[in-house]
Each structure stands twice: as structure tokens, then as C-alpha cells.
């Protein structure tokens, strides 16, 4: 069965900073995709990346990028210039089928 | 705002009660997903529709739980005599067969 763990509950970062969180998934399939969501509080889950695993070059969106490493199966995101706006929690997740597995997610604090 | 929308946004009901949600996806997107999702964690699957057909149910779906997806559109998910176990925010979320999955805002449940 497809699993994916997250470590750090909780992260805080000083604002304008760079951040790192960590994933670590564990899948049988041979072609599958990572995404990283966020989260704010009450607000509605938004999609901040998407790597495809068959493709080597790490996917980057603005401020966001990841590591990704497929031998080891992680899969961190990179925060760059963090901002107020950036804390929420962060979900890492991996699509098996037809459903996305989740881990636990990690809470990014942002400290002005 | 993904263009997902749910109603409620939120519900209270006694225990017992049978309580219905709303997902109304993205016009052209033709799989949907209900998830549920209690505090601190990552969201579960419940189950998923390809069209107006039911594909995967999870055995988290208990007898007392029900969704439709009529004509493909708009779907529900129904929870018939309500527990408090049953508290939680149900997510849903569509994709097309390409896309990446796009959540709504959730129903947050509240079961007294």
C-alpha cells in the first residue's frame, strides 16, 4: 500500500527566509505524480506543485520548488523569500488510481 | 477559488439526524472525490465517481453513508443517523483526466 510521511508537524521560519519541508512516500507503482497542497486555516485546500515522477528536472512554481528524489522516494518543498500569506499547513501526496494518499501534513509558521 | 463549490459550509445536528451535502464541480471535469477530514490530519477517501458511476467506495464508508452523482453533475453525500465520530470537514474535489485535483471549500460537520 501506498504511503506517505511527513516528520515535522510543525515549522516556523522568519519571514523573507527560505524554508525546507520533507516528505517521504513509499508507492508500488511505476508511474505516479507528488503534489504539494496548502492549506490555510478555514480556507479551502489549493495546489502549490506537481512533479511527475518519470521526469528527472525538479518542478519549480515562483517562490516553490522541490527536491525531488526518486531512489530515496522523497519528495521536500522549498519555500524561498517566505511571506505572511505562505502559513497554513502543507499536505505532501501521492495519487495511486484513483485517490491521492496524504500524509499528515506539516504547519508552517511564519514569524514577521 | 478552484470553481469547486460545496453547501454547506457548515452544519450542526443532533445525533441521529441525517444530514446531506452539495458538491457542484467544475463543469467540465468528469471525476469527482469525497474525503473526509478530522482535525490535525490529512484527508481520507470516502469515494470517487467517474462521470455518474460510483467507482471505489472506501471502507470508511460505512453502511450509513451514501453519494450520488446523478447525470454526472453536481453530487451528495448523504450521512443517515448521525454519530459524533462523524464530526469532521468533508472535502470534495474534481479533476479531469489529465488535471490535477481541485478541492472545494468543505462542509464542516458538527454532530452534537
Known amino acids: 500500500a501506498q504511503t506517505v510521511t511527513q516528520s515535522q508537524p510543525e515549522m516556523s521560519v522568519q519571514e523573507a527566509e527560505t524554508v525546507t519541508l520533507s516528505c517521504t512516500y513509499d508507492?508500488?507503482?511505476?508511474?505516479?505524480?507528488l503534489f504539494w497542497y496548502k492549506q490555510p486555516p478555514s480556507r479551502q485546500m489549493i495546489l502549490v506543485i506537481r512533479?511527475?515522477?518519470?521526469k528527472q528536472q525538479n518542478a519549480t512554481e515562483n517562490r516553490f520548488s522541490v527536491n525531488f528524489q526518486k531512489a530515496a522516494k522523497s519528495f521536500s518543498l522549498k519555500i524561498s523569500d517566505s511571506q505572511l500569506g505562505d502559513a497554513a499547513m502543507y499536505f505532501c501526496?501521492?495519487?495511486?488510481?484513483?485517490?491521492?494518499?496524504w500524509g499528515a501534513g506539516t504547519k508552517l509558521i511564519i514569524k514577521p | 477559488d478552484t470553481g469547486v463549490s460545496q453547501n454547506p459550509r457548515h452544519k450542526i445536528t443532533k445525533r441521529g439526524q441525517n444530514v446531506t451535502f452539495r458538491c457542484d464541480p467544475i463543469?467540465?471535469?468528469?471525476?469527482l472525490y469525497w474525503y473526509r477530514q478530522t482535525l490535525g490530519q490529512g484527508p481520507e477517501f470516502l469515494t470517487y465517481?467517474?462521470?455518474?458511476?460510483?467507482?471505489?467506495k472506501s471502507r470508511l464508508l460505512s453502511d450509513r453513508f451514501s453519494a450520488e452523482r446523478p447525470k454526472g453533475s453536481f453530487s451528495t453525500l448523504e450521512i443517515q443517523r448521525t454519530e459524533q465520530g462523524d464530526s469532521a470537514m468533508y472535502l470534495c474535489?474534481?479533476?479531469?483526466?489529465?488535471?490535477?485535483?481541485?478541492f472545494g471549500p468543505g462542509t464542516r460537520l458538527l454532530v452534537l
Open positions: 512533479q511527475e515522477a518519470y
Open positions: 463543469s467540465e471535469h468528469n471525476r
Open positions: 465517481f467517474q462521470n455518474e458511476a460510483q467507482l471505489e
Open positions: 501526496a501521492t495519487d495511486s488510481n484513483y485517490q491521492l494518499i
Open positions: 508507492t508500488s507503482e511505476s508511474d505516479y505524480y
Open positions: 474535489a474534481t479533476r479531469t483526466e489529465q488535471e490535477t485535483q481541485y
